[in-house]
Nanobody, 130 residues
C-alpha cells in the first residue's frame, strides 16, 4: 500500500514563493524516483520536475529557473519562486521505482502526462492572485 499526500498549496500573490511538500507512506521506501506534475485548467497534464534517490534532478524546460525540487526520506518538495499566473494549477506528486540501464538508475523524465509514473497523489491546488 502506497500513499502520497501533498500539502502546502493555496493562494499566493504573483511574484511570491511557495513550497509544496509530498509525504509518502506505506511502501514508498521502494521508490527511487519522486517528482511533480501539474495540470493547468483546460490543458493537458505536464511534467514539472523529478528527483532520483541520491539527488539527481531533471526539470521540464518550462520549470527551469523558478522551480527547485528536493527530497528527504520518503518526502519530496517543490519550491516555486516568483510565481506567475500561469503557474496556477493542480500539482500532483508522483513516485515510481525507476529502471536500471547499464547498471545505472534512471527515472522517467517529467515529460508528457506522466504515464510512466504509477503512483500519484490526489493533487493540491495552487492559485496565483494578481
Amino acid at each position: 500500500q502506497v500513499e502520497l499526500v501533498e500539502s502546502g498549496g493555496g493562494s499566493v500573490p504573483a511574484g511570491g514563493s511557495l513550497r509544496l511538500s509530498c509525504a509518502g507512506s506505506g511502501e514508498a521506501y521502494r521508490f527511487d524516483c519522486m517528482g511533480w506534475f501539474r495540470q493547468i485548467a483546460g490543458k493537458a497534464r505536464e511534467g514539472v520536475a523529478v528527483i532520483r534517490n541520491g539527488g539527481a534532478t531533471t526539470y521540464a524546460d518550462t520549470a527551469k529557473g523558478r522551480f527547485t525540487i528536493s527530497s528527504g526520506k520518503k518526502t519530496v518538495f517543490l519550491d516555486i519562486h516568483n510565481l506567475q499566473p500561469d503557474d496556477a494549477a493542480t500539482y500532483y506528486c508522483v513516485a515510481d521505482e525507476g529502471y536500471v540501464v547499464e547498471k545505472r538508475m534512471w527515472c522517467p523524465p517529467p515529460a508528457g502526462e506522466g504515464a510512466e509514473y504509477h503512483y500519484w497523489g490526489r493533487g493540491i491546488q495552487v492559485s496565483v492572485s494578481s
